[in-house]
């Protein structure tokens, strides 16, 4: 039987003791009149709605799918009605403004909800996953008279969003856009397709609000010329149904009950958001609260997995333990075997790391949004630049691959739907690649974010990884193995903004296994917390402690092979063959 227990010791260890949040919260005017106590409620109650609620739809779901006719999509049974329950209990609200009708909870809070979602049902968390963004967007570019008619909507649940860019021609490159705007007196009406468009159709809500990329009238070509749109499926002033159309939805390999339609637009009634032709700036204000909800579907996938296979490991009774384990009788628990052990082991220290990683950028939101100090906002809103492509990209592959060891862990009856480990497998292979793929998130960080300001900014990364090296590590031989682990992370550095001037085509071939040294590095800084954290109370973080030393004895030895790698980058790819 598939089950789902939230992990809700876990996640207040990080957020009351790692990252230290309630006390922060405490010193943002914003923030202070939510305490650990409201933590805590706000996490039981939403682990018991993910628990109860969405974790028995997740594998009917998986099985029934979604259902297309006419232009209409159903989707599957049970759903739409906790969908109404979702909102019915105050959930879309959480991390929106008291303005519009929001609970104005942090954004460290909200991401831990959203894990809790995503574990229990990947799926039909696609359908409000990106009702945040939205509120987001359309908080920052939208008219006065858009947002009193749509935001308190949106904060409500009332209605969902979607987020309209990929084009068969275009992919990723939005550059091609090929979707039309003409504009009529203060509207514009849209003409064009899109594809791969989540939630496009569905039965949850009467009104989709969909937010569009497309070419502004008389504007310059690619990326330039593009503008951001409104569009509701269903007009506001005249209750009529808007010249929106799903033309079918795509039959998938996971996430079977999340509808990814084909949108036509054949003259629909728009509203401009933003500036003409700034529609990307306007967009990313959407795609980055979007990457960071991804990379936490990492942590779900990877936690849900995890656990999973760990239930079946200590129930599952065959064969002998390993010699030295005390034990010389079998049939035993598989999880006595060495391999199988191992796994787990590297599974756990996957996912609670992961989760650190994660929760630290949400709360670095909170930060850039509601310090009162200046130089403190500031602050938050560069490391967080740099750390969500980190999360989104390093989040979701290492989930796929804790769900891949997941899926070892029972053997032949992994491969079977039965068991759920295969759903789980299948379900986790997405996130690595919308939202912008993870090699797209690795260019945004080396590319953009890295060479572009000549490593100021990553450099000042390093400063602070090798200040709280300082600060947590006192004693602790795993801080001087973080400080030469940054070291060398600084010389090489050097090494690539050097060599990306002589090769601008370095850093593209280098900036998968960048990201991936970043990763590490990051986990590292926050393992040692933990260590520093078991320091004082070592009884109660043993087993904490234990995986953090694991982390620093296994894992981050591998940075070093991921360096060279970095550098082996200098060297060009072999020729593709010509016919394959």
């Given at each position: 039987m598939r089950r789902y227990h939230p992990p809700l010791d876990d996640m207040r260890f990080v957020l009351e003791q790692v990252l230290r949040a309630p006390a922060a919260w405490a010193a943002m005017p914003s923030l202070c009149e939510h305490d650990v106590q409201t933590a805590r409620q706000v996490l039981e109650e939403a682990g018991r709605f993910a628990a109860e609620v969405l974790a028995p739809l997740n594998a009917s779901g998986d099985r029934e799918g979604c259902t297309y006719a006419g232009g209409s999509v159903a989707t599957p049974a049970g759903f739409a009605a906790a969908y109404r329950a979702y909102v019915e209990a105050g959930w879309p609200s959480m991390a929106c403004d008291p303005e519009w009708g929001g609970q104005?909870?942090?954004?460290?809070?909200?991401?831990?909800?959203?894990?809790?979602?995503?574990?229990?049902?990947?799926?039909?968390?696609?359908?409000?996953?990106?009702?945040?963004?939205?509120?987001?967007?359309?908080?920052?570019?939208?008219?006065?008279?858009?947002?009193?008619?749509?935001?308190?909507?949106?904060?409500?649940?009332?209605?969902?969003?979607?987020?309209?860019?990929?084009?068969?021609?275009?992919?990723?490159?939005?550059g091609n856009i090929r979707t039309r705007a003409v504009q009529r007196g203060d509207e514009y009406a849209i003409d064009g397709s899109k594809i791969f468009i989540?939630?496009?159709?569905?039965?949850?809500?009467?009104?989709?609000?969909?937010?569009?990329?497309?070419?502004?009238?008389?504007?310059?070509?690619?990326?330039?010329?593009?503008?951001?749109?409104?569009?509701?499926?269903?007009?506001?002033?005249?209750?009529?149904?808007?010249?929106?159309?799903?033309d079918g939805i795509e039959s998938k390999l996971g996430i079977r009950g999340s509808a990814t339609?084909?949108?036509?637009?054949?003259?629909?009634?728009?509203?401009?958001?933003?500036?003409?032709?700034?529609?990307?700036?306007?967009?990313?204000?959407?795609?980055?609260?979007?990457?960071?909800?991804?990379?936490?579907?990492?942590?779900?996938?990877?936690?849900?997995?995890y656990k999973h296979a760990l239930r079946y490991a200590l129930e599952r009774r065959q064969g002998r333990a390993a010699p030295g384990t005390g034990v010389a009788e079998g049939p035993v628990p598989i999880a006595r075997h060495a391999a199988v052990h191992a796994s787990l082991a590297a599974q756990r220290c996957t996912v609670?790391?992961?989760?650190?990683?994660?929760?630290?950028?949400?709360?670095l939101l909170d930060l850039s949004e509601y310090s009162a100090e200046d130089g403190e906002r500031s602050?938050?809103?560069?490391?967080?630049?740099?750390?969500?492509?980190?999360?989104?990209?390093?989040?979701?592959?290492?989930?796929?691959?804790?769900?891949?060891?997941?899926?070892?862990?029972?053997?032949?009856?992994?491969?079977?739907?039965?068991?759920?480990?295969?759903?789980?497998?299948?379900?986790?292979?997405?996130?690595?690649?919308?939202?912008?793929?993870?090699?797209?998130?690795?260019?945004?960080?080396?590319?953009r974010k890295v060479v572009a300001d000549?490593?100021?900014?990553?450099?000042?990364?390093?400063?602070?990884?090798e200040a709280a090296a300082r600060e947590d590590g006192d004693g602790l031989a795993q801080a001087d193995t973080l400080l030469a682990a940054v070291a060398g992370q600084r010389r090489l550095l050097t090494d690539i903004l050097r060599d990306a001037a002589a090769d601008p085509g370095y850093p593209y071939r280098a900036a998968d296994d960048f990201l991936h040294a970043t990763a590490l590095?990051?986990?590292?800084?926050?393992?040692?917390?933990?260590?520093?954290?078991?320091?004082?109370?070592?009884?109660?973080?043993?087993?904490?402690?234990a995986t953090a030393r694991y982390f620093y004895d296994v894992v981050l030895p591998g940075i070093g092979y991921v360096e060279h790698r970095i550098r082996s980058a200098r060297h060009a790819l072999p020729e593709l063959d010509e016919c394959a």
């Amino acid at each position: 039987m598939r089950r789902y227990h939230p992990p809700l010791d876990d996640m207040r260890f990080v957020l009351e003791q790692v990252l230290r949040a309630p006390a922060a919260w405490a010193a943002m005017p914003s923030l202070c009149e939510h305490d650990v106590q409201t933590a805590r409620q706000v996490l039981e109650e939403a682990g018991r709605f993910a628990a109860e609620v969405l974790a028995p739809l997740n594998a009917s779901g998986d099985r029934e799918g979604c259902t297309y006719a006419g232009g209409s999509v159903a989707t599957p049974a049970g759903f739409a009605a906790a969908y109404r329950a979702y909102v019915e209990a105050g959930w879309p609200s959480m991390a929106c403004d008291p303005e519009w009708g929001g609970q104005g909870l942090p954004h460290a809070l909200d991401a831990a909800v959203q894990e809790m979602l995503a574990s229990a049902n990947h799926a039909w968390t696609m359908y409000p996953g990106i009702l945040h963004g939205a509120y987001a967007c359309v908080l920052a570019h939208g008219s006065d008279a858009l947002k009193a008619l749509y935001l308190p909507r949106l904060v409500s649940g009332e209605w969902l969003c979607t987020m309209c860019l990929t084009e068969p021609q275009a992919g990723s490159d939005l550059g091609n856009i090929r979707t039309r705007a003409v504009q009529r007196g203060d509207e514009y009406a849209i003409d064009g397709s899109k594809i791969f468009i989540s939630g496009g159709e569905h039965d949850l809500t009467d009104n989709i609000v969909h937010l569009v990329l497309a070419r502004h009238p008389g504007g310059p070509g690619g990326a330039r010329g593009l503008s951001l749109f409104l569009v509701p499926k269903i007009l506001p002033d005249t209750g009529e149904r808007n010249a929106v159309f799903c033309d079918g939805i795509e039959s998938k390999l996971g996430i079977r009950g999340s509808a990814t339609c084909s949108m036509r637009f054949e003259g629909a009634r728009a509203w401009l958001l933003g500036e003409p032709c700034k529609g990307l700036a306007a967009m990313f204000v959407m795609m980055n609260a979007a990457r960071l909800g991804v990379g936490l579907q990492g942590v779900a996938h990877g936690e849900a997995a995890y656990k999973h296979a760990l239930r079946y490991a200590l129930e599952r009774r065959q064969g002998r333990a390993a010699p030295g384990t005390g034990v010389a009788e079998g049939p035993v628990p598989i999880a006595r075997h060495a391999a199988v052990h191992a796994s787990l082991a590297a599974q756990r220290c996957t996912v609670e790391g992961l989760r650190m990683l994660a929760y630290w950028t949400a709360h670095l939101l909170d930060l850039s949004e509601y310090s009162a100090e200046d130089g403190e906002r500031s602050r938050a809103h560069e490391l967080l630049a740099l750390l969500t492509p980190v999360v989104k990209a390093w989040g979701t592959r290492a989930g796929f691959e804790v769900a891949d060891r997941a899926l070892q862990v029972f053997g032949g009856h992994g491969y079977i739907e039965e068991t759920g480990a295969a759903q789980a497998l299948r379900d986790s292979r997405i996130p690595p690649i919308y939202e912008g793929t993870n090699e797209i998130q690795a260019v945004d960080l080396l590319v953009r974010k890295v060479v572009a300001d000549g490593g100021a900014a990553y450099g000042r990364l390093l400063d602070d990884l090798e200040a709280a090296a300082r600060e947590d590590g006192d004693g602790l031989a795993q801080a001087d193995t973080l400080l030469a682990a940054v070291a060398g992370q600084r010389r090489l550095l050097t090494d690539i903004l050097r060599d990306a001037a002589a090769d601008p085509g370095y850093p593209y071939r280098a900036a998968d296994d960048f990201l991936h040294a970043t990763a590490l590095l990051c986990l590292a800084r926050w393992w040692l917390r933990v260590l520093a954290l078991a320091r004082e109370d070592g009884e109660a973080l043993r087993s904490k402690a234990a995986t953090a030393r694991y982390f620093y004895d296994v894992v981050l030895p591998g940075i070093g092979y991921v360096e060279h790698r970095i550098r082996s980058a200098r060297h060009a790819l072999p020729e593709l063959d010509e016919c394959a």
